[in-house]
């Protein structure tokens, strides 16, 4: 069972940047898709981006498409997700996926928390 740890959130002003990482262990990371997701209080958990096991193929959502990027270094065992031109409205916990052996995601990390203050 492969096991996924976020890092990197924090409390930034709006316009500001993180840098978020998800450090896998325990599994071949290689061979997974990998994605990033976020829940805000009160709020459903949304997709932010998805990563291919090779990082050819990549996609994010509208709502963070031109200020989000989304990599992957397979030689590390980590994914990331770069965040610039932050909004409040970025302000949630971030998880990292993993799918493992379908296409569902069904490995999950513990979150990390960014705030974004106005």
């Known amino acids: 069972q492969v096991q996924l740890v976020e890092s990197g959130g924090g409390l930034v002003q709006a316009g500001g940047s993180l840098r978020l990482s998800c450090a896998a262990s325990?599994?071949?990371?290689?061979?997974?898709?990998m994605g990033w997701f976020r829940q805000a209080p009160g709020k459903d958990r949304e997709f932010v981006g998805f990563i291919s096991r090779s990082g050819v193929s990549r996609n994010l959502a509208i709502s963070v498409k031109g200020r989000f990027t989304i990599s992957r270094d397979n030689a590390k065992n980590t994914a990331y997700l770069q965040m610039n031109s932050l909004k409040p409205e970025d302000t949630a916990v971030y998880y990292c996926?993993?799918?493992?052996?379908?296409?569902?995601?069904?490995?999950w990390g513990q979150g990390t928390q960014v705030t974004v203050s106005s």
């Open positions: 325990g599994g071949t990371f290689s061979t997974y898709n």
């Open positions: 996926a993993a799918q493992t052996a379908t296409m569902e995601y069904d490995s």
